[in-house]
Structure formats: structure tokens, C-alpha cells
């Protein structure tokens, strides 16, 4: 078995004055998971930066464009039986301004701000929800002591 990384994940964020709403994305009927609420996601082209893969993947399934862009200092894995391969995902933070408009891709169906603890409920995979936890931490708490590495625009 292979350990690889050819996909990445990347959460989009706002921020107002109550707080930090994530962006959830619906995976449509059509597409691998249908319905299930996700942020974005996709694979690396060959060569291509995982950081760059997630500022396109943001472009073409929200047509959003980042104010700010950042590497967790998270990794997310699991299994994937297809390819019989444990793939780790790179996880990238971005904040978009508050009145950014949503162009959805036909990959997804639907989408919503929410709260951190409603991102939470949503999103199915634990490595996701833990991602909600530190992006959360970091960007809410003034004294965390994470370090967020932030990817010049």
C-alpha cells in the first residue's frame, strides 16, 4: 500500500462582527458522494503546487477569489479502497470578503455560511471537523498558540 498526496482541502472562511461562518458546499446528486456537505476539495494536476491546486479549485467550485490565503497546520488522511492508498490531504484557509459572491460549480448543488459548531454537524469526516476546531482557534482566539503560515497573494 501507498501513502500519497494528490489532493487537497481548502476552507473558506468570512468574518463579521459575529464571528467566523465557514462555507459548506453541497456535493450534487450527480457527483461521488452525492449530499454531503463538504468545503472545497479536488486533486493536484501532475506538477501542480498543492497550494496553487487549492487557489483553483476555490476559483471553479465557488468562483471566489481569496483576500487572504494560509496553510493549516493540519494534515488531513484516510483510506481510499479504490486505489488502495492512504492519502494525506494538505489543508488550506482562506478569507474571503464578507459580501463575496458564491458562483457554485456543478459539483456542488447548494451552499451555506454557517457557524463553527453548525460546520461541524455537517461535515462527515472527523480530520474536517478538526480542521473547523484550529481554523477556528487561531483566527477567534488572540493568544493561540498556533502558527498559521500565510501564502502570499
Known sequence: MQIVSDLIEAHIFRKSVD??????????????YPGLWQMVTGKMKKNEPAYKAA??????ETGMVPVKFWVAPNINSFYDQSRDVISNLPVFVCRV???SDVLLSEEHCKFQWAKPEIAK?????????????????YFSDEKSLLKFIEIML
Open 97 to 99: 470578503a464578507e459580501d
Open 121 to 137: 454537524h455537517l461535515l462527515a469526516w472527523p480530520g474536517q471537523k478538526k480542521s473547523v476546531d484550529i481554523i477556528t482557534e
Open 55 to 60: 487557489l483553483r479549485e476555490i476559483k471553479e
Open 19 to 32: 464571528g467566523i461562518e465557514f462555507l459548506l458546499l453541497k456535493r450534487a446528486e450527480s457527483s461521488i
